[in-house]
T-cell receptor, first 113, second 112 residues
Framework: ELKVEQNPLFLSMQEGKNYTIYCNYS?????LYWYRQDPGKSLESLFV?????AVKQEGRLMASLDTKARLSTLHITAAVHDLSATYFC?????????????FGGGTRVLVKP | DVKVTQSSRYLVKRTGEKVFLECVQD?????MFWYRQDPGLGLRLIYF???????EKGDIPEGYSVSREKKERFSLILESASTNQTSMYLC???????????FGPGTRLTVT
């Protein structure tokens, strides 16, 4: 059974500082996603990582994937208040009937001035 | 833009009631999914469907059933609601088995 673990579950950030969220998964996967969720809102896709060594960046967020270590990281550079949200990683395993996402528990991020 | 809508944002039901949660997508997607979201547990897959009238169990199907009579609509049914089904329910859809999933806004269900 695939397990996906995120840590930390809660991250209090200071504006301007750098932080990293970790996502470990237990078995080989086909793709890894990072999502953002604002309070009361749905999930917004941030990144899709397809292969070992993949790195994607958008603004202050950078995601990377190490399939050998079964680890993805989401790095936040110079945190700003707008990045306060809950971040989820999800691992995708393709099956005959369709892709099946398994999610981590989420990391709630609060950026303080 | 893909649009996934859910029939209610908030719902309060009593124990033992039959509950229907509706999800509609407007982009002709083949696959549709129902998840529940609980604090610290992330999203867990309840059921998914890859075609009309087809369904597959996810990781936590117990206590739930689904219906997909039309391609754009996927319903989650709680035959007899229980308090442990109080949760946020999210619907998602994807064009095909290898495509990204798009999520609806969620329905927060409270069972009293």
């Amino acid at each position: 059974e695939l397990k996906v673990e995120q840590n930390p579950l809660f991250l209090s950030m200071q504006e301007g500082k750098n932080y990293t969220i970790y996502c470990n998964y237990s078995t080989t996967s086909d793709r890894l996603y990072w999502y953002r969720q604002d309070p009361g809102k749905s999930l917004e896709s941030l990144f899709v990582l397809l292969s070992n060594g993949a790195v994607k960046q958008e603004g202050r967020l950078m995601a990377s994937l190490d399939t050998k270590a079964r680890l993805s990281t989401l790095h936040i550079t110079a945190a700003v208040h707008d990045l306060s949200a809950t971040y989820f990683c999800a691992v995708d395993i393709l099956q005959a009937a369709g892709n099946k996402l398994t999610f981590g528990g989420g990391t709630r991020v609060l950026v303080k001035p | 833009d893909v649009k996934v809508t859910q029939s209610s944002r908030y719902l309060v039901k009593r124990t033992g009631e039959k509950v229907f949660l509706e999800c509609v997508q407007d982009m002709d997607h083949e696959n549709m999914f129902w998840y529940r979201q609980d604090p610290g547990l992330g999203l867990r897959l309840i059921y998914f469907s890859y075609d009309v009238k087809m369904k597959e169990k996810g990781d936590i199907p117990e206590g739930y059933s689904v219906s997909r009579e039309k391609k754009e609509r996927f319903s989650l049914i709680l035959e007899s609601a229980s308090t442990n089904q109080t949760s946020m329910y999210l619907c998602a859809s994807s064009l095909g088995p290898e495509d990204e999933q798009y999520f609806g806004p969620g329905t927060r269900l409270t069972v009293t």
